[in-house]
Every structure is written in structure tokens, then in C-alpha cells.
């Protein structure tokens, strides 16, 4: 950008990820003046979503990069080139395919993937698809429902949450399945009894509720891990109580039917879509967005960021609003870095057998605990061209888990080759299906802050496990209302026909002058005004003139 940046801003914000992205459309819609920075040639970071060839050339970049926490000092220089925020990190060679130039994917399979780094579901009646209709932002994206959504056990099972989908499920019995729907009744339609048993298992483990409602062991791992999306082994840590799953199982149900027969969206092009979205919203209220920009160092005052120094120019703000990979002086040197598991295969065998009459690519599959030697519930999603973000003939599919090993391809290779075995046993040999064609693992990092930072720098960590956005976004709204304690959080947009334009101040002057000389006694047409009158009693003498003439000659 050659133009010169104004010196002073509300806010600046680095980093495009989804909370960042929040945050400044959030205080670019109530009138703030905000800088958005990246140093980045694109959107997102770790929430953003990368051609095929552009994922390898990120994770040959992360593999370059030191995780050095020395370098986190909270000083003013900010180290370069900073910190990694994937590790760990496996890749397949690059197989032989027609087109293939300098060891790369040929461009035109490459450009027809948008791969996410940080997948996640979105849920139908969230507070996160909520914010995206109040803010207006739903008109920048597209959106589709997930065709299914399902759990390995003993196969890929469909998950029962319909009544029609209850006793269509071959895997449950008669007596489970009313077990099931009687389940789902007493939270939908309480009674009295219901009401009170729930009020006595509030704080309790939620297993220990449904264990208390004689719900078989299939059952139970349905509710647990498909629908109320539980990450971790509930038979050996009891990590969620009732009441937290309560909501998540309602969030599930009241979600079924708004846009679909499931549960879950997947946004069109990647989930890359939606800090970009929020960044445009941001920039139609006037904030400024700059790419490709490093920022050097912080001036630090009194506890306070005054200013930021980039290779260009130094600029002022009130606040600093940044991710840990564009401020990662902040991060806590001593504290243990969170990680979350990730695996993403391009194949050409999809997870369930394709039905021409219905359609079934877009897939949500669970895999609970211990069905491959995986220590916690594994999050899969198959996506497909119907979405644009693979290739025709090609299925993308994402696997995400909480890390318990070293390595991401510790806690999930079993499973991913479990998986495919499982799919092969279906597949003609005769098709020439290779199954996995290319496979990628790695770490997402997930630091600690320090806490002593600047009392005006907000430092925002990711990936937050959580499987939904309302995470991201109840963190961006924190970070907001320490900004704008008395301001509304990404007010509703107004409809064009209900926005009135002010008049401003020489408009009110020039109006009062106006109606001053209407109201006056002795107003008068002046100047041209007279002579406009003069012309026009003129003109119409002469037009009576000829009349007069025409009537003379008939």
C-alpha cells in the first residue's frame, strides 16, 4: 500500500483471524477508527482456508519456523520471524499426477481446493449463525446443511436424533429405541418429574444422568458423543456436567429442521469465509485494512501501548488488539503449550456408499472414545465440490481431537487408516480406487498469555477445541466490552429504507435563513426571481395574442 496511513487510530488490530476479524467489525460498526493489520498476503491465519498447493507451501514454512519461547520476553521488539502456530508436523510426498510442475499439485486440481486449517460446525440455531443474520453479515456468504451426521460403531451408524431417524437406526433394539425416544420426549416436553430429577443432577456428571434414565450403552454413547459432541472419554474423566450438556443437547434439537434435516451448516468455499466476511463488514464502516504488513515493535508507556512501529511508519492507538502469532512477546515462556490434533486427506473414496436419488456427500461423523485405540471422541468431516472447496471426484476429509500424544499422528493415524480399511472392504478393486491420495498431520498450538501484559493490548489465543464458533465469538465479544464497556456487541443492521441521512450544520444554517425570509412581512422576489415573473406574464400575452389571430383567420 503506498498511500500514507493516517497517525492515529482507536484501535489497531493484528492478525485476521475470526475473533480479530470480530472485533474490529464490532467496533468499526459503532463508529471506532480502526487499522486492521496482517502480515500475512491473505486472510485468516489459522482460521483461514488454502488452495491445495498453498497448504503444502504453508506447512514447508511452519516446519521452518523455531518454536523458540525464549523470544517471549514481553518486551517492545517483536520478535522475527516469530513463533510457529502448527507442529508436529507429517505430510505425504506429493503423488504423481498429470500436470504435476516443480513437485507441486497441477494448478488447475490445486486452485479447486479450500482447505481449512481449523474446521469447525456450525450450528443452525447458535448464537454464532444469530450474530451473522443480526449483523448483516449472512449476505456475504452461502451456506449448506451437512447431508448427515453419524458415529462409528461397528460401521458408520447414522445418529437417531428424529423420531423417523430413531426407528430407522439397525443398530439400537426395540426396547433401546423407546428407551431413546422416551429419553428425548422427557427433555423436550418435561414434566413435572422430569423436571425435578434434572434440578437434582444439575452439577452432577452428565453420564451419571443418563446412566440414571436406563439408557443402554449404545444409546448413551450416541447422546454423549454425536450429539452433545463430548471430546473426552467419559467412562474415565467426567468432564462435563449435566447442566452444560443439557444445552448442548438442546442447541442439537432445536437446530434440526431450521435449515435442514441436520443439525449442522458448512459455509460454501471454506470456512476461510467468514473472518472475510467480518472484515468487509468492518471496512463498509470505514476501518482500514493493510496485508503484508510487519509490525516491529510496541511503544509501551506507563503499561500502555501508545504507538506501533512497522517497516513503514509508526502509528498511535488507544488500544492494541492482536493474535499470539502477531504478538508473541506476549506468550507465557513457562506454561504448557495446548494443542489440537489435526489430519486432512484428500481421497477418492467417499465415507458413505454415494445414493444418486438423495444426496449424502456432505457427512458429520463422530468416532467416541476407544473405537481405534483413539484416547478421546474424534470430530470427521467429509466435504465435497458441492461446496467448493474439493475438486469433482475428490472428498476432503478433516479429522480433529484434543492432543494426548506427542504428535497429531500419534492420536489419530489409527483411526484414519481404521477408517479406510473399513471403506475398502466396500470398494471394487476393480474401480482402481487408490482410497487415501494425499494425507497431511500436524499440531495446532494453542498458547498461554501472560497475564501482566499492557493494560491496553489484548492478546487473543486460539484454537479453542470447542467444535462450534460461539467460542471465538464469545471471546471477541470480551475483548469488546473491555474496549466499549456501555456499547452493544455488532448492532443489528439497519434495513435501507429506515436509514435517514442528518443535515448537517451549514444545511440547518441555510434552511433557518430560508424559512426566516417565508415567514418575514415584507419578503419579496428579488433579482432573478422578478425577472422570471416578468418573462412568463410576457408569454402569456402573446400566447393569448395568437389565439386571438387563429380565431380572426377561420
Given amino acids: 500500500m503506498d498511500a500514507a496511513l493516517p497517525t492515529s487510530f482507536h484501535t489497531i488490530v493484528m492478525g485476521t483471524g475470526l475473533v480479530e476479524s470480530l472485533v474490529s467489525a464490532a467496533l468499526s460498526r459503532i463508529g471506532k477508527t480502526v487499522l486492521h493489520l496482517d502480515k500475512k498476503n491473505q486472510y485468516g491465519g489459522p482460521d483461514g482456508s488454502y488452495a491445495l498447493n498453498d497448504l503444502v507451501e504453508l506447512l514447508q514454512e511452519q516446519q521452518s519456523l523455531v518454536l523458540d519461547l525464549s523470544v517471549c520476553d514481553g518486551k517492545e521488539t517483536i520478535p522475527a520471524p516469530g513463533l510457529p ?29 479450500c482447505i481449512d486449517i481449523s474446521p469447525k460446525l456450525v450450528w443452525a440455531n447458535s448464537p454464532f449463525v444469530h450474530t451473522l443474520v443480526r449483523s448483516g453479515v449472512s449476505r456475504y456468504l452461502e451456506f449448506k446443511c451437512f447431508h448427515s451426521c453419524n458415529m462409528y460403531l461397528d460401521g458408520v451408524q447414522e445418529v437417531p436424533c428424529s423420531k423417523g431417524g430413531v426407528f430407522k437406526n439397525k443398530l439400537l433394539g426395540l426396547k433401546e429405541k423407546r428407551g431413546l425416544m422416551k429419553f428425548l420426549t422427557s427433555i423436550m416436553q418435561p414434566t413435572e418429574q422430569d423436571t425435578q430429577t434434572l434440578q437434582e443432577f444439575q452439577e452432577k456428571p452428565f453420564l451419571e444422568f443418563l446412566q440414571s434414565q436406563q439408557l443402554s450403552a449404545n444409546v448413551i454413547k450416541f447422546i454423549l458423543y454425536s450429539i452433545v459432541n463430548e471430546e473426552n472419554d467419559q467412562e474415565k474423566a467426567t468432564t462435563v456436567n449435566t447442566a452444560d450438556a443439557m444445552a448442548r443437547l438442546k442447541l442439537f434439537t432445536s437446530s434440526i429442521g431450521r435449515y435442514g434435516s441436520t443439525p449442522y451448516l458448512v459455509p460454501l468455499y471454506g470456512s476461510g469465509e467468514l473472518p472475510q466476511a467480518y472484515c468487509r463488514l468492518s471496512a463498509v ?68 456408499p454415494l445414493d444418486h436419488d438423495t444426496p449424502n456427500d456432505l457427512v458429520a461423523l463422530s468416532i467416541p472414545p476407544n473405537t481405534f485405540g483413539n484416547t478421546c471422541n474424534i470430530s470427521v468431516q467429509q466435504l465435497t465440490d458441492s461446496v467448493g472447496v474439493a475438486a469433482p471426484s475428490f472428498y476432503l476429509i478433516h479429522f480433529t481431537t484434543p492432543s494426548t500424544s506427542p504428535t497429531a499422528k500419534e492420536d489419530l493415524q489409527g ?140
Avoid at 496485508?291 to 511508519?313: F, Y
Avoid at 504448557?336 to 481421497?347: E, G, L
Avoid at 477445541?465 to 467460542?471: E, P
Wanted: aromatic share 8%; with cysteine; charged share 30%.
Fill in 85 to 113: 502456530f502448527l507442529t508436529n508436523i507429517e505430510a505425504d510426498e506429493i503423488p504423481q499426477l498429470p500436470g504435476n510442475v516443480d513437485g507441486k499439485f497441477p494448478q488447475s486440481l490445486s486452485r479447486k481446493f
Fill in 285 to 352: 464502516y470505514g476501518a482500514i485494512f493493510v496485508l503484508a504488513r510487519t509490525t516491529q515493535s510496541l511503544e509501551i508507556l506507563d503499561n500502555k501501548c501508545v504507538s506501533i512501529e512497522t517497516e513503514t511508519e509508526k502509528i498511535s492507538c488507544e488500544h492494541l488488539v492482536g493474535s499470539w502469532e502477531h504478538l508473541p512477546n506476549f506468550v507465557k515462556p513457562d506454561s504448557p503449550i495446548f494443542k489440537v490434533s489435526r489430519a486432512i486427506i484428500v481421497s477418492d473414496v467417499p465415507l458413505l
Fill in 415 to 554: 483411526s484414519v487408516e481404521g477408517l479406510f480399511q473399513h471403506l475398502s472392504s466396500r470398494v471394487n478393486p476393480e474401480e482402481g480406487k487408490a482410497g487415501i491420495i494425499w494425507r497431511s498431520y500436524f499440531n495446532i498450538l494453542d498458547p498461554e498469555i501472560q497475564a501482566d501484559t499492557p493494560t491496553n493490548v489484548h492478546v487473543v489465543s486460539r484454537p479453542f477445541f470447542s467444535l462450534t464458533y460461539d467460542q471465538a465469538m464469545k471471546k471477541a465479544e470480551e475483548i469488546f466490552h473491555k474496549l466499549c464497556p456501555e456499547e452493544e456487541f455488532i448492532p443489528k443492521v439497519p434495513n435501507p429504507e429506515d436509514i435517514i441521512f442528518e443535515v448537517g450544520p451549514e444545511k440547518e444554517e441555510e434552511k433557518t435563513e430560508v424559512e426566516g425570509e417565508v415567514e418575514g412581512e415584507e419578503t419579496k422576489p428579488q433579482g432573478n426571481e422578478k425577472q422570471e415573473n416578468e418573462a412568463k406574464q410576457e408569454q402569456e400575452t402573446e400566447t393569448k395574442k395568437e389565439e386571438t389571430d387563429e380565431k380572426e383567420g377561420l
